[in-house]
């Protein structure tokens, strides 16, 4: 049973909704990741936060935006996506941010129409 | 050039094979090393990490070669439920940030 819980599972919305993906952490970790999971392409990390101060946005469209209200809770908030951005998002924690090991969430798998 | 490689695959192995994947990476101020590995649908999970000594974990063995740049892990005995993807993740030790390679397809039958 994984300690970092993701809801929802799936995700169907149109382009021109608003929606968001939560992220919980069960593990007293201090930092929390979001992924973006294409298919055969590699893990691309997206936002970063440690002690609920992000530390990296990797580029990522205006259209995703993170929020960490606590080091226990992850938010992806999203609205007007693009096909393209179909993919399986991933939350993950670790102990503290250049900890090697990360615990995974089960993902939301998103799609946009 | 990816910052990580590794060959994609499929392997398709009889049980009790021994196989090895490799992975290279680009970065030589990475700092650390690992493998995860990714069952279908799920989440990755940390396999082993990757010691310049190189690493036993049962019938799993990891090694690094820091002058060629890879890392190797390899299975002996291998078992239906070692079926999985595996992903290479090198920390470039830049803000120790990890790098995931796109993985691995390992296809155990029996």
């Known amino acids: 049973e994984t300690g970092v819980t993701q809801t929802p599972r799936h995700l169907v919305m149109g382009m021109t909704n608003k929606k968001s993906l939560k992220c919980e952490q069960h593990l007293g970790h201090n930092a929390m990741y979001w992924y973006k999971q294409s298919a055969k392409k590699p893990l691309e990390l997206m936002f970063v936060y440690s002690l609920e101060e992000r530390v990296e946005n990797n580029s990522v469209p205006s259209r995703f935006s993170p929020e960490c209200p606590n080091s226990s809770h992850l938010f992806l908030h999203l609205h007007t996506l693009q096909p393209e951005d179909s993919a399986l998002y991933l939350c993950?924690?670790?102990?503290?941010?250049?900890?090697?090991?990360?615990?995974f969430g089960e993902g939301s798998r998103l799609t946009v129409l | 050039r990816k910052e990580v490689e590794q060959d994609p695959g499929p392997f398709n192995v009889p049980e009790g094979a021994t196989v090895a994947f490799n992975c290279t990476y680009s970065?030589?101020?990475?700092?650390?090393f690992f493998w995860y590995r990714q069952d279908c649908r799920k989440e990755p999970k940390l396999l082993m990490s990757?010691?310049?000594s190189g690493n036993e974990d049962g019938r799993f063995t990891a090694q690094l070669n820091r002058a060629s740049q890879y890392i190797s892990l390899l299975i002996r005995d291998s078992k239906l439920s070692d079926s999985a993807t595996y992903l290479c993740v090198v920390n470039r030790g830049d803000g120790n940030k990890l790098v995931f390679g796109a993985g691995t397809i390992l296809r155990v039958k029996s």
């Open positions: 970065n030589s101020a990475s700092q650390s």
């Open positions: 993950a924690s670790s102990l503290d941010s250049r900890a090697g090991e990360l615990f």
């Open positions: 990757v010691y310049s």
